[in-house]
């Protein structure tokens, strides 16, 4: 279960969809995470590859674990939750 709404849901998954997808080994369907840098939301952001650092993500997702690491920027996303997220990010 997510806190995320669901026109933020329905905007990610439209993004996901997008992108060239490879299947693992069990058929599940996933996108690398280099691809989801190509996406306008990530692709002009001078701190993309710090996000994707700080999300450690593996080489490939799937939709859920795209959802779940992204959360976090979601409206609805508890404010202590991001202060930890922040005391845990900065280097």
């Known amino acids: 279960m ?3 709404l669901d026109y933020e849901i329905r905007a ?5 969809s997008q992108l060239d997808k490879v299947v693992s080994e069990n058929g599940v ?3 690398r995470v280099a691809s989801v840098l190509t996406l306008p939301e990530f692709k002009w952001n001078p701190l993309r590859r710090r996000i994707m650092q ?6 490939a997702v799937t939709f859920d674990e795209l959802l779940k690491a992204l959360q976090v920027f979601s409206i609805n996303y508890p404010k202590e ?6 005391n845990y ?3």
């Open 2 to 4: 997510t806190i995320v």
């Open 29 to 31: 369907e996933m996108v």
């Open 81 to 86: 939750e991001k202060v930890k997220c922040k």
């Open 89 to 91: 990010c900065v280097c």
């Open 12 to 16: 990610l998954y439209s993004r996901f």
């Open 54 to 59: 700080v999300l450690a993500l593996p080489v």
